[in-house]
């Protein structure tokens, strides 16, 4: 061997043993945690609109939102200013908007900010329901509240600090009256 092979190899051995250990010491690629994960949203999107259908082919329930995540970790779905129409009955479509929503993984819907509940039902008893909280259970078909609620109805105006209703049979139970203002028609 001459000098210069021998030369060659030594400097290539030694840029080797310089660099081996940082090779050697290479970290893994950090990962989130679960907790960081979980809140991210699978997926997201604006201007949502969504309609579902029962067995029967006929409209369950319709979902609009400005902004829509879902998160599957956690087990929920936020909306941003949701319209939501829940066809408990054909005859008798709820409307409901508010600032914020969650669907959780249950069937529970939970509206807060501003919520207003309109009845579609021009001949319904009830008309307008105002509150700042309202939860409502798509399985058990009810909507509750603990809130200050005002519903408003033809000629009457109530207001209550909760209530309770099914949307099947249209019973209303009020948690805990505070006033009623009826003004029959002249």
């Known amino acids: 061997m001459n000098r210069v092979t021998l030369g060659t190899g030594?400097?290539?051995?030694?840029?080797?043993?310089?660099?081996?250990?940082?090779?050697?010491?290479?970290?893994?690629?950090?990962q989130k945690s679960e907790t960081e994960e979980a809140w991210v949203p699978n997926y997201?999107?604006?201007?949502?609109?969504s309609t579902l259908y029962n067995k029967n082919g006929k409209i369950n329930h319709q979902v609009y939102a400005e902004k829509m995540e879902h998160f599957d970790l956690l087990g929920f779905t936020l909306f941003k200013q949701p319209q939501y129409v829940l066809f408990a009955q054909a005859q008798y479509p709820w409307r409901i908007n508010a600032a914020e929503g969650t669907l959780y993984d249950d069937q529970?819907?939970?509206f807060e900010n501003s919520v207003e509940i309109n009845s579609l039902n021009e001949q319904g008893m009830v008309q307008v329901i105002r509150t700042d909280f309202v939860e409502v259970d798509l399985e058990a078909k009810t909507m509750v509240s603990d809130q200050l609620v005002n519903i408003a109805g033809p000629n009457y105006v109530i207001d209550s600090n909760g209530f309770s209703v099914s949307l099947e049979t249209q019973q209303y139970e009020l948690l805990d009256h505070v006033k009623t203002i009826y003004q029959p028609e002249p």
């Open 108 to 110: 529970r819907l939970q």
């Open 10 to 30: 030594l400097l290539f051995l030694l840029a080797l043993g310089l660099s081996l250990p940082e090779w050697l010491s290479t970290e893994a690629p950090t």
């Open 44 to 49: 997201q999107a604006k201007a949502m609109l």
